[in-house]
């Protein structure tokens, strides 16, 4: 590891100085005043020939008075989808006018003019479950005169990722009028943690989960313990080890699924497994950590005697998973290589496989691809970080002493650690890197020893490892020297259009923009080098390709 701190951060704040501290900003803002803008919305007929249409000066109109005659309608126009799982006081504003005079209120008293939200949309309105939006000020003192229809507030029940607003209209065989509408705003507050800087980091072997032949025998049971102490513990990233996520029990879908899908992600390298076929995965919260790529690290040199496969138990090798810590107005990328060392069956053999898997894992930590990285080592080790579990040989060293013996790069930061349980010094590990040293706080790794007396005979039921937690802190980063690797972008701001330097990225290059509060607002692959971006809200942005970044500000 180089020993000077150089990170890749990417420091974004929200236009015009708003305050982050549950602030009022702008989640979605359309004119419809022009066509790209109109598209963005859905015109759903559902009854009659008219329908929704653009107009670059009154923005969406709805009518169904055509040709001296009058139609029954019922017509949709429905908003893209918002992210509004974490938003609070979520409101909707837009202008607003009806015509013309002589049938200026027809129909206002029998509701055909209604606004709603939904937290899923199925497609079709008739089987969507919508919220109306009450408090609309359909008080419009004389024909085509623009009013604000207020601040209507969009309820608990129709917020999530997927949220959507949308305009109905009515209108009969009798009679009709035009309704007029433009300028639709939805803002909202972005709650930030008052530790926003603070991220808390557990490791924990799941013992076999989702294997039918050894560990728990009772799966359900399992995962739902498992579950019920994540979410006890409340840390931001678990990095869990022993899992099988096959096609017959997937155990990590059925994990977020239980944590709930809203608020937690996760991933797992290689995605599938074969039954009892044991890796390492993440598990994270959205609203705290991006996830931006993973690999396994599988290209390591033959070390004692064995071949890298070998070394690492016949091929379970450490998983990097890049992150993006979300803390505050910074973005802190974040690599953590999730291992499980090969374990002590009572040979000698396994304490040298132990051995060589670590030799050649350092020399790949210490190369280019990781060494000015924001690095966390961590797993279980399957052995301790001064002295060795292994009795099986005449060894009295780590087989991790070769990260233990270079302090300048590596800090084993559960080195004094006893397990509570065993008896005996950790065997799951965090080793820090040194551009990771000053963000430790300082006595916060520990067993959680509050888990097993939650849950109901724990180690026979639940796992046969305590979980282990650090935390770490950002709010020192402000003062150091920023790099990343950028992404040439034009123009910037941008209204509509931006133009990307595809020299610097792959052919159908996946393409990801993220608001500062690190929600995915676009993913797609590349097919040009320019992205619409007309309907994102005014902002900053961070724009992600190939391990790419770029920041830009959308006016």
Known sequence: MQKYFRHLVLFVVLIYGINLSNAQTTIFEQSLLSQASFDTFTSINVTGTQNWHFSSSYGAVCSGYTAGQNYENEDWFVSPAMNLAQINNVKLTFNHTRGSANVLNAGVAEGWYKVFATANFTGNPATTQWTELTGFNQNIPTAWQYVSSGDLIIPEAAKSENSRIAFRYLSSAVVSATWEIKNVKVTGEIPVNPNTSLFKITNWNLEWLGCTTFGPTDETLQINNIASAMLAMNSDIYCIQEVTNSVSYPSISTLISLLGSDQWDGRIIPSTTNDCEQRQAIIYKKSRVQFAGA????????????????????????????????????????????????SEDGDAMSYTRRLGGSEALKTILDGAGFNTKNLLLIGDFNDYLIGTSSNACACTDSPYKNFMDDPTDYTGITQFINDAHWNHPLIENIILSNELSGNYVSNSAAQEVTVPPGISNYYNTTSDHLPVSATLQFSTLANQQYAFNALTISPNPVHNELRLDTTQLENNAILQIYDVTGREMHCGRMNANTVNVSSLPSGIYILKADGKFGRFVKE
């Open 295 to 342: 690999s396994q690290l599988n290209n390591g040199a033959a070390a004692q005697g064995n071949s890298y496969y070998y070394n690492w138990s016949s091929g379970r090798y450490p998983t990097a998973y890049n992150v993006n810590l979300i803390s505050g107005a910074n973005v802190v990328p974040l690599s953590i290589v999730n291992i499980h060392g090969k």
